[in-house]
């Protein structure tokens, strides 16, 4: 067996081969995660290993595009403004939620793309059923046992807040209620029971480096 062999067979037992080495069904890779868990910083270096597009679904509901395609529809509300700096204001029902990612769905539901989704629009009436035939379901920022939900919680705001800190708007999380996070990791566990969990922690109790949390994701693909 030649270096290049024993290199594939190492990388295959470690489940970090590329896309074009790597076989799973062609169905979209859903990050669900709560605010401050780094979803969407690992959903970007995911999507620039495995070499497919990212699908914001934050960012689709803020859309244009998806307004129009959606605010005929029946029990659909959505207003919307939206600022020259890329910034959305307004409000959106369930329905319009619900309307967008159905219809992503109708363009990628047979495709190999990742779906970045938020932890509460992954909790909107319908979204769940959405998503129940998607093998590969990874959730961020929910601890495997109800007992570490306290020290995940406290690791969650220091994390959002820096992150607001870092975006020059520190008063973004000047609200931030720790009950309100317990409450959704609570619905996240409920509602995706059995997905798999990726932790964010190693056993020592430090933060995982994003590179570390992708090659764990890309082992667990079916």
Known sequence: ????ENIHRIKQM???LVEEEKTYE???????GT????KSTTAKELSIKLGIDIIDIDEKLGSEEYENKCKGESGVEVNITRTPDGKNYGSSNDEYKLCVIRKLFENYS???VIFDVGGDTSLQNGVVNLFENIPNIFILGVSENPKDDEFYINKLVQSRQKRATDMGEPE???DTNKNDIQQSINKIREYYRGKQIISIFDDNGQRKPTNSLVDEIIFKLT
């Open 26 to 32: 062609s169905k979209p890779i859903i990050l669900i």
């Open 1 to 4: 067996m030649n270096l290049h």
């Open 172 to 174: 973004l999380e000047n």
């Open 110 to 112: 047979n495709q190999k």
């Open 35 to 38: 605010a401050g868990s780094g």
């Open 14 to 16: 470690m489940g970090l």
